[in-house]
Nanobody, 127 residues
Framework: QVQLVESGGGLVKAGGSLRLSCAAS????????MGWFRQAPGKERDFVAA????????RFADSVKGRFTVSRDNAKNTVYLQMNSLKSEDTAVYYC????????????????????WGQGTQVTVSS
């Protein structure tokens, strides 16, 4: 069983930055692709970013390209989401998720294909 715990959320002014962390325990973190999703009030959960097991392949939603980066430290069982130039529309609960399917080709943006989820961390961007 994989457990994921997000941290690093908070209140930030528009234009500011935050770095989210997602610490994993159990399972084989270094073999999983990891994803970040977010859900704003009254909206569906949306894909934000994903990173492959080794960290050399990433994928981003168009809305965050050029502003967000994703990275991982397999020695620490942790994945990060660096968020820069934050906008009010980035306000949401952010979730990390693990895709344990090792035979998947590429990174999926479909939340239904992720197997484990964290509890989420709130990010609020004030304008």
């Amino acid at each position: 069983q994989v457990q994921l715990v997000e941290s690093g959320g908070g209140l930030v002014k528009a234009g500011g930055s935050l770095r989210l962390s997602c610490a994993a325990s159990g399972g084989s973190f270094r073999s999983y692709a990891m994803g970040w999703f977010r859900q704003a009030p009254g909206k569906e959960r949306d894909f934000v970013a994903a990173i492959n097991w080794s960290g050399d392949i990433t994928r981003f939603a168009d809305s965050v390209k050029g502003r967000f980066t994703v990275s991982r430290d397999n020695a620490k069982n942790t994945v990060y989401l660096q968020m820069n130039s934050l906008k009010s529309e980035d306000t949401a609960v952010y979730y990390c998720a693990a895709d344990v399917v090792r035979t998947r080709v590429g990174l999926t943006i479909n939340g239904a294909e992720y197997d484990y989820w964290g509890q989420g961390t709130q990010v609020t961007v004030s304008s």
